[in-house]
């Protein structure tokens, strides 16, 4: 029921700073928990941050928690992850996902994904 495509990747410097941004078409996009995972070369996709409908409940990842903020605009259909102090251990495939459930923030429990954002921090 919704159709996600991320965009904001790519190539910086320990320390720096990046936006991610997940674009939405669907007309029930206010109604899904959106999260953001990602995926390093030769390791399992892992949970980074999600976000409920309303924007009032976050989730976060230890490895991340105090460096990402996720957010939402549900007029706009989009969703953010704004990523900040990047260390070289952040360089992976960025993913945005929609799940029904409210509580969601496994990576079984995301319904839709988008293709994915190559970010690449240089130490």
Do not use: H
């Amino acid at each position: 029921q919704v159709q996600l495509a991320e965009s904001g990747g790519g190539l910086v410097q320990a320390g720096g700073s990046l936006r991610l941004s997940c674009a939405a078409s669907g007309r029930t996009f206010s109604t899904y928990t959106i999260g953001w995972f990602r995926q390093a070369p030769g390791k399992e996709r892992e949970f980074v941050a999600t976000i409920r409908w309303n924007g009032g409940s976050t989730l976060y990842a230890d490895s991340v928690k105090g460096r990402f903020t996720i957010s939402r605009d549900n007029a706009k259909n989009m969703a953010y992850l704004q990523m900040n102090t990047l260390k070289a251990e952040d360089t992976a495939v960025y993913y945005c996902a929609a799940s029904f459930n409210v509580r969601a923030s496994s990576t079984w429990e995301f319904n839709y994904w988008g293709q994915g954002t190559q970010v690449t921090v240089s130490s």
